[in-house]
């Protein structure tokens, strides 16, 4: 169901000037709450606007991915008429989020000199100012050296972009907190996240980085396999890799009971001295579990695996490639996606927001192309229509199909 209700950050207005995820992705969720977030480009695009994955026509599928349900406005920042523009419309909206730093101009001091109750926020890449992006951040990490299988020795990255991904979350729920705050005492803010604190943060919440401090150990290599827990890939008769993980002493007896083991099971805790109802217990003999469950797995197809495991407690999924779960009802099913017409796109189902709100869900809206909305968004300044064309004229802006 559509949502019908004002949405919470309807009356929100914001300024981004950003590229690729972080900074991007808190804009669109800003935006997908009800802000009106517009995000002011180099003329001709930033360096993010021709990323991969392109669609046949050039337009970047990643790039209207990221910016869905925002108004685009298209600036030559390093003219001073330029810079003056988006300064008016930053002092204009009270909220600027970027991660563009070291620029005097759209700087905080700068603009709350003239708006006190502004909220800036600034991502960058380390705390010292330094640059960094998500995959130089994770291998400075650790992360790296634990991840793939055993028998890698040398450091394997992940294609998820984890760190950017939470950053741009937490840039998000900042900005919120900062528009209750200024609500509540009329005080603007200067916020600053590090792209690197926030995978520091992560690293430190989950353990990894205490365990050193505290045990004097480190987290070694586990393939598929989840650290203090059971949980392992399997392979049916036809080929099909299921992961199964039992958090719970019931998820575990159930599985005992899928693969008929039970009485293994039981001579092999005898034998190890082993308490089975011991998570960490199921973590420590994990090969020898699998040793016993497999065999079940690979007597067994597909499709009687699902079946079967659909009966249970167990939690599991079977791996799917991307272009498998497009067509899956996970996404053709679900009310997270909607059919969106993106112009140089085309139709396909886009994702909303992840969580309904009473019931309501937010659908996703079109991303703009670039400088869509310049002459509109100039024009609500003050901007007046001479003057438009003659910037338009000069290469000071540019304008899309919608002004």
Known sequence: MALERTLPLAGVRVVEISSFVAVPLAGMTLAQLGAEVMRV??????ADYRRWPLADSGTSIYWTGLNKG???VAVDMRSAEGQDLVRRLILDCG???TNVVGRQWHSYETLASVRPDLIHLEVSGRADGGTGVDYTVNAGLGFPLVTGPPTE?????HVLPAWDVACGLYAALAVTAALHHRDVTGAGAAIRLPLEDVALATAGNLGFLTEPMV??????RLGNAIYGQYGQTVTSADGVPFMLVALTTRHFRDLVELTGTGAAAEALATELGADFDDEGQRFVHREALSALFSPWFAAHRADEIAAALAGTSILWERYRSFAEAAVDPKVTANPLFTMLEQPGIGRYLAPGLPFSIGGDRVPAVAAPALGDDTADVLSGLGVAPEDLARLRESGTIATGLAG
């Not at 480009?41 to 930033?46: E, F, K, L, N």
């Not at 020795?153 to 990255?157: D, H, K, L, Q, R």
């Not at 045990?215 to 070694?220: A, L, M, Q, Y």
């Open 41 to 46: 480009d180099p003329v001709g695009g930033a």
């Open 70 to 72: 925002k108004k685009s």
């Open 95 to 97: 909220v600027l989020i």
């Open 215 to 220: 045990n004097g150990t480190e987290r070694e």
């Open 153 to 157: 020795a040398g450091p394997v990255n």
